[in-house]
């Protein structure tokens, strides 16, 4: 990892390479072009209790919103959005392959830093691995999808921590009865509520993945990127920093390396990726704002009974209990060139009931968190012959890479289906539109209305009400936003006018 002390060194090299300017190191110190990170954070501070949560969070924040330049080591000329060489030079900025953002910020601002994205600001994700560049927009070559919020995020990744535990061990007690019986052991794959299908395993100790259900076959609760994807805030911020802003991290690409060829080594230290991920995970999860109009209030309390009534609810699951709220960085199950546990001496870790901003979670009275998402962190196909609308995409992400080798498993070859998404969190839907996966839905409605396939039953249950009962529904999902650091959880409209936090 490198030091602060060598930073000048780093910075003029950064600048020879770029052919743009021409200045010495000691003017790097003293005035002009500047890099917008100058001091990068330090794990073995982090590791040995030196920087407070508060700290953390204020350097992640600043890394969460700075605007990187060509000192910071911005662009990534030579390499892909996974870091593999090019044939062919990659601009600075292209919106189909990235690099396509100056900051994580850029893309998710509303109604303030670590929120959603416009439509304007939709990925198009896959391009990023291609080479040559991908300068198209064709559906073949890349799926578009919509910035979702971060807030609440600590608590989603924990919650899937604790899913991915139970349904590890499920499967693991399964493998020990099929070798000590000789027989096929069959196990339901149920965790907090929540129907993964079912597991077969052999006494071979081979997988029957049939059964499973809305998750990779690894059994491992992946809750971010629309499509179940990545499994912890630091695994998105890695790769994210590479993707959107051609920084490589060192943990990601490597101790002392260029491997972007654009004269700066160790653009992200481990530290830094820590203060990203930490910052992230304390933002503030999301409340109610209750309408001042009486009307308008009495509606929204008359349409979170009826959003139960007509199923929504079956999937977006109003609660999910957390069994320990404590973060802890790193994840347990990050992947491959990504901090783990053992890399660490001691993990940072911070309680969401008690710590960070406010409003937080819930804290019962047996120590467990209630986590209000409305979600079940499960992917479903919302699609059949009359609504293919969440249909649209062709490039298949992600191949299996989980625990197992995939000699263990019937079917090696999974790749995750085009039409299946987790299920969207609907505890910032008043403050988080457009909808869809692709953003291009501008109502709560028109969302509600391409629900086909596993969702048919509840749309058209919702549909089947009468005007004032939808009306009643859509007024209670907007009561669901992001609120400003230290309200309560539930505030009157007056209070939550301006959410921005800059």
């Not at 073949?140 to 604790?162: F, Q, V």
């Not at 089947?464 to 409209?493: C, H, N, W, Y």
Request: with cysteine; glycine share 8%; net charge neutral.
């Amino acid at each position: 990892m490198r030091q602060d002390a060598g930073r000048v060194a780093v910075w003029t090299a950064a600048i020879a390479a770029a052919v743009v300017l021409s200045v010495s190191a000691a003017d790097v110190d003293r005035s002009g072009e500047r890099p917008a990170i100058e001091r990068h954070v330090n794990q073995a501070d982090i590791d040995a209790g030196r920087v407070s949560l508060k700290e953390l969070c204020r350097l992640g924040q600043t890394l969460f919103e700075a605007r990187f330049n060509v000192l910071d080591g911005q662009g990534r000329p030579a390499s892909t959005g996974d870091g593999l060489a090019r044939t062919m030079a990659q601009p600075a900025f292209i919106r189909t392959s990235g690099p396509d953002a100056n900051s994580c910020r850029a893309c998710h601002f509303e109604p303030r830093s670590g929120g959603a994205g416009d439509f304007a600001s939709n990925v198009f994700v896959l391009a990023q691995i291609q080479d040559p560049v991908v300068r198209t927009l064709d559906p073949s070559r890349s799926n578009e999808r919509n910035s979702l919020g971060m807030n609440g995020a600590g608590p989603i990744e924990m919650l899937a921590r604790e899913m991915s535990a139970e349904l590890i061990a499920i499967r693991e007690s399964a493998a020990k009865e099929a070798s000590a019986t000789g027989q096929i052991a069959r196990r339901k794959l149920e965790t907090k509520g929540v129907s993964f299908g079912e597991i077969a395993v052999y006494p071979s100790g081979r997988v029957d993945t049939r059964g499973i259900e809305g998750i990779d076959w690894d059994l491992i609760v992946k809750p971010f990127h629309q499509k179940g994807a990545v499994v912890s805030l630091r695994d998105f911020s890695n790769t994210a920093m590479n993707h959107h802003h051609g920084m490589q991290s060192a943990e990601r690409f490597g101790y002392g390396t260029d491997p972007d060829k654009d004269g700066v080594v160790e653009e992200l230290t481990v530290g830094d990726v820590t203060a990203l991920t930490v910052f992230q995970a304390a933002l503030n999860v999301p409340g109610r704002v209750l309408p001042r109009d009486p009307l308008r209030r009495r509606a929204a309390e008359r349409g979170e009974g009826l959003l139960e009534q007509v199923g929504c609810t079956a999937c977006h699951r109003p609660s999910l209990v957390l069994d320990s709220p404590v973060f802890r960085e790193p994840a347990p199950y990050n992947p491959p060139k990504n901090l783990r546990p053992r890399d660490v001496s001691k993990p940072f870790a911070f309680d969401l009931t008690r710590e960070g901003p406010l409003p937080r979670l819930e804290r019962r009275a047996d120590g467990r968190a209630v986590v209000r998402a409305f979600t079940d962190l499960k992917r479903h196909d919302l699609n059949d012959q009359d609504f293919s609308h969440f249909a649209n995409e062709k490039v298949h992400q992600g191949m299996l890479a989980g625990l197992l080798p995939p000699a263990a498993y019937t079917e090696p070859d999974q790749v995750r289906p085009t039409r299946q998404f987790l299920t969207r969190k609907l505890w910032d839907a008043g403050t988080s539109a457009p909808y869809g996966h692709r953003g291009d839905l501008t109502t709560l409605t028109d969302a509600i209305h391409f629900h086909g396939g596993e969702a048919r039953q509840s749309r058209d249950a919702f549909f089947a009400l009468s005007p004032d009962d939808r009306g009643a529904i859509i007024e209670f999902l907007k009561t669901l936003q992001v609120l400003p650091d230290g309200s309560r959880r539930v505030v009157m409209e007056s209070r939550a006018i301006n959410v921005s936090s800059r």
